[in-house]
């Protein structure tokens, strides 16, 4: 089917991948998962007392080709919480269904992780936005049209297109107060944005950049939004954060290279890693 309907044979892979993972770690009951993005991946190395697990091991997980995406699952502790964190992630413009991207995803929800963090490198639209900054994604324009939610947990009770998430919103507000007031005793700002999705592979062109700000898009990117649908619907919190690695300029030709998305957030990383282990650390002694 092309809209990728979980179902059986994904149950069965999804109870695979746990047991492996139990088996090579048997004592992470991790709390958060973190979904580590394009040139993330170094902030899994704050993980300490830590099992890296390749994704080509592990039952089920896609692995992904592109660079900045090192295919690691790390189980340990950040701020003294027991978390896992996927070093890169699979897109669907490598040829994934929503489904398979979002595999590693549902296996750490199948872990019972009570919060799920993400982060994406994006294109800013807004102009208030600079190369380097963290914005916090608080709502979503999707035009991947993909998903990898069964018919079956879409006609759930808690479904997103029930009211009670519906109402709540995907991005939970607790957690991004809790972002916010973490960033400012780190002496930051952590403005809000809505992050507008494409299947990619390419960057915008000019005039889709000027489509996607009448929208309402504040960032652009190719990730993320059928991770954090399948939590939402899932009933998990979700906190994503996206860094900011090139401006669009709509009236300027000017070229995206993947290595300057990669060096600004390798960049970034340097107040991303002491804000989530200061969330963390306050979720941890709460
Ligand atoms: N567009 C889409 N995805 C991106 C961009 C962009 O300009 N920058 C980083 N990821």
Known sequence: MSNNPKNSDTDASVHAALCFIRESAPCSAPRVGIVLGSGLGPLADSITDSV??????????????????????????????????????????????????????RAMLGMGVELLIVSNASGGINPRFHSGDIVLIDSHIDLMFRTAISPDEASGGSAIFGVPHRSRGIYAPDWMRLAESCAMELGFSLPRGTYLATLGPNYETRAEYRAFARLGADMVGMSTVPETMLAAQLGIPVLAFSIVTNVATPDVPKKTEH????????????????LIEKMLAKMNAS
Request: proline share 7%; net charge positive.
């Open 52 to 105: 890296r697990l390749d994704y080509a091991d592990i039952p089920g997980f896609p692995v992904s080709h592109v660079s900045g995406h090192a295919g690691k699952l790390v189980l340990g502790k950040l701020g003294g919480l027991p978390v896992v964190a996927m070093q890169g992630r699979s897109h669907l413009y490598e040829g994934n269904s929503a489904t398979k991207a979002t595999f590693p995803v």
């Open 259 to 274: 290595a300057e998305v990669l060096d600004w957030t390798r960049l970034a990383q340097q107040r991303l890693v002491p």
